[in-house]
């Protein structure tokens, strides 16, 4: 027998930004940080992806409670921008 998990999947609230941001920041650095130049990873720092989120909060949904965000993704248009779990 398959035991079935309910996630709630949301819009994502001003109280989910800080905590999106840190994951979304933990993975790009852990994927990105030694293929690309370093000046790059200088600009990826945590509060440029706060900035990334609250600029596109309108079109970003979220896995989990509000106070344990599980993953979240985003659009920009049509196209899947960010997609994290």
Not at 30 to 55: K, M
Not at 58 to 76: M, Q
């Amino acid at each position: 027998m398959v035991a079935l998990i309910s996630i709630n999947i949301r819009d994502a609230t001003i109280a989910d930004i800080s905590r999106l941001a840190e994951i979304w920041h933990g993975a790009w650095h852990d994927a990105h940080d030694r293929i690309v130049p370093p000046e790059l990873v200088l600009l990826r720092t945590r509060e440029s992806f706060d900035s990334g989120l609250r600029a596109a909060s309108t079109s970003v949904r979220v896995a989990g409670e509000v106070d344990a965000p599980l993953g979240f993704y985003a659009l920009k248009g049509a196209e899947l921008y960010q997609l994290f779990v």
